[in-house]
């Protein structure tokens, strides 16, 4: 796992109202609505659409060590879950509350964990990989909705547009979210 060198980044509040691009809504719930009536197809290519998003989501809330597992209780509970979906339009949003979710069931399921000393090497602790998980350490303090964005777009490489496609978000949350987000990392970083 590295961190992009380049791109903005903007935190999302859940205090904006979900809202999803017309042609990506419209072929969420094409898809949905196919994978209810069994199509495991259509499910795969929901899983596709939307992995990267649940990685970056879980990956602002748990340790590293569990997200893959994480990332498929995600999405084998949508699966599950999916009759119950009111408004397949929705999904992206859906899933992203799902993921959420799931990342504080982990927390009040998980036993406490002893810090290690900072200086204990890694068996894989090159200079890039090293500075990588500091600034991933340093995002992971940051407000969750700049924590969840900036992980989307540093670290899982979505792009604005993907990411507002994805989460919900309106186009300026994730400009807003990104810009205030670097602003505080980089200020972390300097200081």
Known sequence: MELAASGSLVPVTHRDTPRFADG??????????????????????LYER???????????????????????????T???????LRDPAAFGGWLSMIARNR??????????????????PAHDATPARVEALAILDL????????????????????TGPEISDRTGLTAASVRVNLHRGMKLL??????
């Open 186 to 191: 980089r200020e972390k970083l300097h200081a």
């Open 78 to 84: 949508a699966w599950r879950r999916l009759p119950t």
């Open 139 to 158: 995002i992971r303090t940051l407000p969750e909705a700049y924590r969840e964005t900036l992980v989307l777009r540093l670290v899982e490489g979505l």
């Open 24 to 45: 990506h809504a419209s072929e969420d719930a094409r898809l949905v609505l196919a994978a209810r009536e069994g199509d495991e197809g259509a499910f795969n290519g």
């Open 103 to 120: 990342a504080t069931d982990f927390h009040r399921r998980s036993p406490d964990y002893v810090d290690l000393p900072d200086d204990l």
């Open 50 to 76: 939307y992995t990267r998003m649940v990685h970056g989501l879980l990956l602002a809330r748990v340790p590293r060590t569990d997200l893959d597992d994480l990332v498929q209780d995600v999405f084998l």
